[in-house]
């Protein structure tokens, strides 16, 4: 199995409103790809961080294997959700890994 973790640090220059309806858009958007990406095990899009933490939202998926993670990265369904997100972001981590 492979491991997915995305850490982001969004911009600060973005309306409120906008900035929340486009979070509540991707946490459900994510969510919504289990079962339809072949492989994808679990995802959830984490967005109510502790004061004591340095990022604001991070994204945990389980694929099944580095060839599902393949499949996921050049999905539509993905790519969809995550073109919401990538120009809030200001700062992005992310580490893959086997488990």
Same mark, same amino acid.
């Given at each position: 199995?492979?491991?997915?973790?995305?850490?982001?640090?969004?911009?600060?220059?973005?309306?409120?409103?906008?900035?929340?309806?486009?979070? /509540? +858009? &991707?946490e459900?958007? +994510? /969510?919504?790809?289990?079962?339809?990406?072949?492989?994808l095990?679990?995802?959830?899009?984490?967005?109510?961080?502790?004061?004591?933490?340095? &990022?604001d939202?991070?994204?945990?998926?389980?694929f099944?294997s580095? /060839?599902?993670?393949?499949?996921?990265?050049?999905?539509p369904?993905?790519?969809?959700? /995550?073109?919401?997100?990538?120009?809030?972001?200001?700062?992005?981590? &992310?580490?893959? &890994?086997?488990?």
């Open positions: 199995m492979v491991k997915h973790v995305i850490l982001w640090r969004l911009r600060r220059d973005h309306d409120e409103d906008d900035l929340m309806k486009k979070i /509540a +858009f &991707c459900e958007g +994510f /969510a919504r790809l289990v079962g339809v990406i072949p492989g095990l679990s995802i959830k899009l984490y967005t109510r961080p502790l004061p004591t933490s340095n &990022c939202l991070m994204l945990d998926a389980v099944e580095e /060839a599902a993670y393949s499949v996921y990265k050049s999905a369904e993905h790519i969809s959700v /995550a073109s919401v997100i990538r120009p809030l972001v200001e700062d992005r981590i &992310c580490m893959d &890994c086997e488990m």
